[in-house]
């Protein structure tokens, strides 16, 4: 396996106090010499950097940006602090590799002392900028001289990112697995332990209409397009599939959820019943179903056809979901905000004191494109908003990631966020200390062939909702989501994903990972 390809390389990784214990303090007999920086990406610029530096002592030390210090780009670094350590510790040339946990390396040059300290060249092109200046006033404090590297080579590490971000999915997730010592195994474990889960989902139903069309022409005075009718194939979506993917890993399913008075909400509870899923619909004479319908020509949308009424629900309905989420026993409570009536500044309020003692409370806000905040489910112990959800309940459009993260983090004092970005993945939050290095993973995203991602974080917000029942960890949560997601997005349309969906994935993986086929 790849970590234990690795583990041979890790006896090189120190801290700055094991470093400073093997190689003393100058005057020493071994010269040491120390080079610095982020090293996202090693490319040839690094490699002589760092044969050079080789060069000019008997013992090299690679000190490392850590993760939470990088602030270049909205999704730097691409590669977590533990993988860029490893990869230096794969060089020969490299004997030390450190982490540097401040945000410049001026504290580990006083407590390192290294004899040199080796830049690129093109520091030395006009005056020293002002952190330069001050990295060389450190060094020749204590008698080590700063030299600079021979400028007949160089590349942009960033501009190479950008071009092709690295594809290390499986990596990331070993790195994560084995700092948590989790193996595929223990992954298996809790997708069985799952089974049973009591859980009561609060939230929209939609129903996503897929109406399929043929390409027929057009009028020739109007830009009118004209298609031939072919099919119609509807779906239980919005909160309605959250319950339905619970259901299908094995929950104790109960749904909470205001109906239309129409025909659509005759389909959404024949279809709940057929999967099993206890519905407690409220009916309400003043609005329809949620209805989004798509329609479909060539494979591509051409129309978005909505059928919703957004305005709140009335007092009484309120009154009555608020005595049902008290009423029903357990283990955790789901509210799957869409924002179509159900939840809103006045609601929310009342709906959070009818919670249960003890319940395990989970908020997802899909609402991007309405007025509505993930963060006004404060205290919830696990949250799963997208980026650009993030972003509007923060009104921050230019953070990285992880700033990000930890402004809604904070907002929303929960016990875990789950950040999920798209084909990029997910960012977990799971502790307010953000300077911590549990703090934050990142996962890439599993899926090997897109076909629909629709309804992709809702197989996420389930199956992490009931991963954090049986294991209580938000990083088995977040993988076994992600694994979910994966799979939800590699069908057409929005089906519940099974545990044996999850399990092939999970197989897959692993295979990938001990380079099987």
Same mark, same amino acid.
């Given at each position: 396996?790849?970590?234990?390809?690795?583990?041979?390389?890790?006896?090189?990784?120190?801290?700055?106090?094991?470093?400073?214990?093997?190689?003393?303090?100058?005057?020493?007999?071994?010269?040491?010499?120390?080079?610095?920086?982020?090293?996202?990406?090693?490319?040839?610029?690094?490699?002589?950097?760092?044969?050079?530096?080789?060069?000019?002592?008997?013992?090299?030390?690679?000190?490392?940006?850590?993760?939470?210090?990088?602030?270049?780009?909205?999704?730097?670094?691409?590669?977590?602090?533990?993988?860029?350590?490893?990869?230096?510790?794969?060089?020969?040339?490299?004997?030390?590799?450190?982490?540097?946990?401040?945000?410049?390396?001026?504290?580990?040059?006083?407590?390192?002392?290294?004899?040199?300290?080796?830049?690129?060249?093109?520091?030395?092109?006009?005056?020293?900028?002002?952190?330069?200046?001050?990295?060389?006033?450190?060094?020749?404090?204590?008698?080590?001289?700063?030299?600079?590297?021979?400028?007949?080579?160089?590349?942009?590490?960033?501009?190479?990112?950008?071009?092709?971000?690295?594809?290390?999915?499986?990596?990331?997730?070993?790195?994560?697995?084995?700092?948590?010592?989790?193996?595929?195994?223990?992954?298996?474990?809790?997708?069985?332990?799952?089974?049973?889960?009591?859980?009561?989902?609060?939230?929209?139903?939609?129903?996503?209409?897929?109406?399929?069309?043929?390409?027929?022409?057009?009028?020739?005075?109007?830009?009118?397009?004209?298609?031939?009718?072919?099919?119609?194939?509807?779906?239980?979506?919005?909160?309605?599939?959250?319950?339905?993917?619970?259901?299908?890993?094995?929950?104790?399913?109960?749904?909470?959820?205001?109906?239309?008075?129409?025909?659509?909400?005759?389909?959404?509870?024949?279809?709940?019943?057929?999967?099993?899923?206890?519905?407690?619909?409220?009916?309400?004479?003043?609005?329809?179903?949620?209805?989004?319908?798509?329609?479909?020509?060539?494979?591509?949308?051409?129309?978005?056809?909505?059928?919703?009424?957004?305005?709140?629900?009335?007092?009484?309905?309120?009154?009555?979901?608020?005595?049902?989420?008290?009423?029903?026993?357990?283990?955790?409570?789901?509210?799957?905000?869409?924002?179509?009536?159900?939840?809103?500044?006045?609601?929310?309020?009342?709906?959070?004191?009818?919670?249960?003692? #003890?319940?395990?409370? =989970?908020?997802?806000?899909? %609402?991007? +494109?309405?007025?509505?905040? *993930?963060?006004?489910? $404060?205290? /919830?112990?696990?949250?799963?908003?997208?980026?650009?959800?993030?972003?509007?309940?923060?009104?921050?459009?230019?953070?990285?990631?992880?700033?990000?993260?930890?402004?809604?983090?904070?907002?929303?004092?929960?016990?875990?966020?789950?950040?999920?970005?798209?084909?990029?993945?997910?960012?977990?939050?799971?502790?307010?200390?953000?300077?911590?290095?549990?703090?934050?993973?990142?996962?890439?995203?599993?899926?090997?062939?897109?076909?629909?991602?629709?309804?992709?974080?809702?197989?996420?917000?389930?199956?992490?909702?009931?991963?954090?029942?049986?294991?209580?960890?938000?990083?088995?949560?977040?993988?076994?989501?992600?694994?979910?997601?994966?799979?939800?997005?590699?069908?057409? #349309?929005?089906?519940? =994903?099974?545990?044996?969906? %999850?399990? +092939?994935?999970?197989?897959? *993986?692993?295979?990938? $990972?001990? /380079?099987?086929?």
């Amino acid at each position: 396996m790849l970590d234990t390809i690795s583990d041979r390389y890790r006896s090189k990784i120190k801290t700055t106090d094991e470093l400073r214990q093997i190689i003393g303090t100058p005057p020493r007999d071994q010269r040491v010499i120390m080079c610095h920086g982020v090293f996202d990406v090693v490319h040839p610029g690094h490699v002589r950097h760092l044969l050079y530096a080789k060069s000019k002592a008997d013992i090299l030390v690679a000190s490392l940006t850590a993760d939470r210090h990088i602030a270049k780009g909205l999704y730097r670094p691409h590669v977590p602090q533990q993988l860029r350590a490893i990869n230096l510790a794969a060089f020969e040339m490299i004997d030390y590799v450190v982490i540097d946990q401040n945000p410049t390396p001026i504290e580990n040059l006083k407590l390192i002392q290294p004899d040199f300290f080796a830049k690129g060249y093109e520091y030395t092109s006009g005056p020293l900028p002002p952190k330069t200046q001050e990295e060389k006033d450190v060094v020749e404090s204590y008698g080590g001289e700063i030299i600079f590297s021979p400028g007949d080579i160089v590349y942009s590490s960033s501009s190479l990112i950008e071009l092709a971000p690295p594809r290390i999915s499986h990596e990331k997730l070993l790195a994560v697995m084995e700092s948590e010592d989790i193996n595929f195994d223990d992954l298996r474990r809790v997708i069985d332990e799952m089974e049973g889960r009591r859980v009561h989902v609060v939230g929209d139903t939609i129903v996503d209409s897929y109406t399929r069309c043929a390409m027929i022409g057009g009028q020739t005075k109007t830009p009118t397009m004209s298609v031939l009718y072919e099919s119609r194939k509807d779906y239980v979506g919005g909160a309605g599939i959250v319950a339905k993917h619970l259901k299908a890993a094995g929950a104790d399913v109960k749904f909470t959820t205001v109906l239309g008075h129409d025909d659509l909400k005759d389909f959404v509870l024949s279809d709940l019943e057929a999967c099993q899923v206890d519905c407690n619909a409220i009916v309400d004479h003043t609005r329809p179903t949620v209805n989004k319908n798509a329609i479909v020509a060539g494979g591509y949308r051409l129309l978005k056809v909505d059928t919703l009424d957004n305005s709140s629900i009335s007092d009484k309905i309120l009154d009555r979901m608020a005595e049902n989420i008290l009423s029903v026993e357990t283990d955790a409570v789901v509210f799957s905000d869409f924002r179509h009536g159900i939840f809103n500044r006045r609601t929310i309020p009342k709906l959070i004191e009818s919670i249960p003692e #003890g319940a395990f409370k =989970v908020g997802d806000s899909q %609402v991007a +494109s309405r007025w509505g905040n *993930v963060t006004e489910f $404060v205290g /919830f112990d696990l949250i799963t908003p997208n980026e650009r959800e993030a972003r509007f309940a923060t009104a921050d459009q230019d953070s990285g990631i992880r700033p990000l993260a930890s402004q809604i983090y904070d907002i929303a004092k929960c016990g875990t966020l789950i950040l999920k970005l798209g084909e990029r993945g997910v960012l977990t939050c799971r502790s307010a200390d953000h300077e911590s290095l549990e703090s934050f993973f990142v996962l890439d995203s599993f899926v090997d062939d897109v076909v629909d991602a629709v309804g992709a974080g809702d197989a996420l917000l389930a199956y992490a909702t009931l991963a954090m029942l049986a294991s209580g960890s938000s990083v088995v949560a977040t993988i076994v989501g992600s694994m979910a997601a994966a799979r939800e997005c590699e069908v057409d #349309g929005n089906h519940p =994903v099974t545990t044996d969906d %999850v399990r +092939s994935k999970i197989d897959e *993986v692993e295979r990938m $990972v001990n /380079f099987e086929r």
